[in-house]
Nanobody
């Protein structure tokens, strides 16, 4: 079971990035897929989640700026991030769970994540 996050990088405030999460070793359409992030010195926090039925959920801090979507044929979940702010700087992880919650303990298969840095 693997979830490989990619697409991070350095972007200026107000810019955009699209993160991808490619899953393998399991049928991703049976699971909720979530994005969590962790900034240096801060606790891990939930960013967004897409359920098995493609219901979507967002943290208040990213609502109306981020969009999560899934392409089950490609075993890929995307996180489109627009209007990025310096406070979005963190390592972003994609993980799987049985349903969408904001508790990281409900998710497994944490990979290495992808670094997003928002800075001028």
């Amino acid at each position: 079971v693997q979830l490989q996050a990619s697409g991070g990088g350095l972007v200026q405030p107000g810019g955009s990035l699209r993160l991808s999460c490619v899953t393998s070793g399991f049928s991703s359409y049976y699971y909720a897929i979530a994005w969590f992030r962790q900034a240096p010195g801060k606790e891990r926090e939930g960013v967004s989640c897409i359920s098995r039925g493609s219901d979507t959920y967002y943290a208040v801090s990213v609502k109306d700026r981020f969009t999560i979507s899934r392409d089950n044929a490609k075993n890929t979940v995307y996180l489109q991030m627009n209007s990025l702010k310096p406070e979005d700087t963190a390592v972003y992880y994609c993980v799987r769970g049985l349903g969408c919650t904001w508790d990281s303990a409900d998710f497994g298969s944490w990979g290495q994540g992808t670094q997003v840095t928002v800075s001028s």
